[in-house]
C-alpha cells in the first residue's frame, strides 16, 4: 500500500513544477503583451487552486461516485458505503475478475448471475441447474459451483462454493456463507463495516 503522506507531497511537488513550467513559458512567450500575460497567469493560477480543491476533496468524491469500492479502514477491518438506493454494493476480485456483489445477510450462500459466471470462466452450458432455491420471487433453479479465489482487499480466500442463479438476478449475492468468514459484521450510519 502506497504511503499516503509521501503521495501527497510528491503530487503537490509535480503541480508547483507544472505550474511554474506553464507559467515561465508564457511570460518568455509573450514579454509584449503584458496584460494578456498576466490574465493568462490568472487564468492558470485558478485552474491550479480548483486542482488542489478536487484533489483534497478525493476521498469524499470517491465515497460519492464509487459506492461499491471497499476501504481498508485498518488490516483487518473493510468498510463498503451505502449506495443511494440503501444497499451495501462490493466489488470483489473473483477468478481474477473484477464482480459487484450486493451484500445480502439473507441470502446462504454466495450466488452469481449468469453474466458474472460467465464473466469469470465458468461454463454455462455444462452446468447442471437441478438445485433449487427459494427466493423473493419464487423458486429458481441453480447449479453448485467451486470458486477458485475471492480477493476482498488484503483478504483472499481460496476454493468456496457458490451457486448460479438459473433464474434472472440483476446483481450477484454476497450471502452468509462468505460473511461469516469475518468475526464481526456492523452497520455505523451508511457505512458496512467487515472486521476479520
Do not use: C
Request: net charge positive.
Amino acid at each position: 500500500m502506497r504511503d499516503p503522506n509521501g503521495y501527497n507531497e510528491a503530487t503537490l511537488i509535480y503541480l508547483i513544477l507544472l505550474l511554474i513550467v506553464i507559467g515561465g513559458s508564457m511570460m518568455i512567450g509573450s514579454k509584449r503583451q503584458l496584460n494578456r500575460t498576466l490574465q493568462q497567469t490568472a487564468i492558470w493560477g485558478l485552474i491550479f487552486i480548483g486542482m488542489i480543491g478536487a484533489y483534497s476533496m478525493r476521498a469524499q468524491l470517491e465515497e460519492q461516485l464509487f459506492p461499491s469500492r471497499p476501504m481498508m479502514v485498518d488490516r483487518g477491518t473493510v468498510a463498503v458505503n451505502r449506495a443511494w438506493d440503501g444497499h451495501f454494493y462490493v466489488d470483489i476480485l473473483v477468478n481474477g475478475q473484477t464482480i459487484e456483489f450486493v451484500v445480502d445477510t439473507g441470502a446462504t450462500s454466495i450466488v452469481l448471475n449468469r453474466r458474472d459466471a460467465a464473466k469469470i470462466g465458468i461454463n454455462l452450458d455444462t452446468l447442471d441447474f437441478s438445485g433449487q432455491a427459494r427466493t423473493a420471487n419464487g423458486i429458481v433453479s441453480t447449479a453448485t459451483v467451486q470458486l477458485q479465489s475471492m480477493d476482498l482487499g488484503r483478504f483472499k480466500d481460496r476454493n468456496l462454493r457458490a451457486s448460479v442463479n438459473g433464474g434472472e438476478l440483476d446483481t450477484s449475492l454476497l450471502g452468509m456463507d462468505y460473511l461469516k468468514r469475518f468475526t464481526k459484521i456492523e452497520i455505523t450510519r451508511n457505512q458496512l463495516l467487515l472486521i476479520r
